[in-house]
């Protein structure tokens, strides 16, 4: 596929705090690719650099559209941007905000206004069209940010945090729509720490830490790279020694979820019967799960190793 955004061992340093350290990475056309690190990993400065409102101190970042020549930064009618920081006007009716909105990223006022009112009426709104935008609960007020930051039809959309404020009816309800864009040919960069829900839209992750890049591609790619193949869940009649599982050669982790039950990850390869075997020959099991491992897990276990890393240097 055609690489709409390219990435080339970008460096940015505030103080003595190297914010993002030789970071690279593609984004191709039309897929969703999402950002994800612990707080302070540096997302939030490598967007800043991807919009140009700060420089890197060294590397590049290109943007290619249809067959132009690559670019620092698109247009206003080529970009969408939502920011986590939220920021329209309060006291202005709604419609006139989106309309606004609009005509900035080069479209004339009755397309503007077409686009917004037909976004409204998609997330229930239009019947609030003329109302102030605080009068509306802070999840409807970033419905409208988001509708602000996609009713031009961007070709490259940013989303920092689109989640937020929601409830899970509603976090579903965006999961369609981002799709929907990417459907549709909106190429999107997504941003988001709640990972059950960038699982079900990735296509491709990219996990930073320290500014670094420490493990990127599919979902599928990055469990099967991953060190831990599946959880298993165990409860127990009474409480289990951890330490006959932690030194067990098929446990990678284990955590504490109560008293009694244990949540292990198992390394790649390794006999799941066999840990079982030994296990009720102790303890009684009252109950074993077994699920398969998560984009959570992977982040936990790859920032973990990350910081291992760190303090052997």
Do not use: C
Not at 175 to 192: H, N, V, Y
């Amino acid at each position: 596929m055609k690489v709409i955004l390219k990435v080339d061992s970008i460096f940015k340093r505030f103080g003595k705090i190297n914010a993002v350290n030789n970071l690279s990475f593609n984004v191709e056309k039309g897929e969703i690719f999402s950002l994800l690190g612990p707080n302070g990993a540096g997302k939030t400065t490598t967007v800043r650099m991807l919009l140009n409102i700060i420089k890197p101190d060294y590397g590049t970042i290109e943007y290619f559209f249809d067959n132009s020549a690559a670019s620092r930064l698109p247009s206003a009618s080529q970009l969408g941007y939502l920011p986590e920081d939220r920021g329209l006007y309060q006291e202005i009716p709604i419609i006139r905000t989106l309309e606004y909105m609009g005509v900035i990223r080069g479209m004339n006022k009755v397309d503007a206004r077409k686009a917004s009112e037909m976004w409204l009426s998609k997330l229930d709104l239009l019947d609030r069209k003329n109302e102030k935008l605080s009068a509306l609960s802070k999840g409807n007020q970033q419905k409208i940010q988001f509708i602000s930051s996609v009713l031009h039809n961007p070709s490259f959309a940013i989303l920092d945090e689109p989640f937020t404020g929601f409830d899970p009816i509603n976090q579903e309800i965006f999961l369609m729509i981002i799709k929907e864009l990417s459907e549709k040919g909106t190429t999107i960069l997504l941003s988001a720490h709640q990972m059950h829900l960038v699982e079900k839209i990735a296509d491709k992750v990219l996990l930073i830490n320290n500014g670094k890049s420490i493990a990127s591609g599919t979902i599928e790619e990055l469990k099967k790279e991953n060190i831990a193949s599946e959880k298993l869940i165990l409860k127990f009649e009474g409480n289990p020694d951890f330490n006959f599982f932690q030194n067990d050669v098929a446990v990678e982790r284990i955590e504490k979820i109560s008293d009694g039950e244990i949540k292990i990850l198992l390394k790649q390869n390794k006999s799941l019967s066999e840990l079982l075997i030994k296990a009720s020959s102790i303890f009684k099991i009252n109950s074993i799960t077994t699920e398969h491992i998560t984009l959570h897990d992977i982040f936990i276990e790859k920032v973990k190793q990350d910081k291992e890393k760190e303090n052997e240097s």
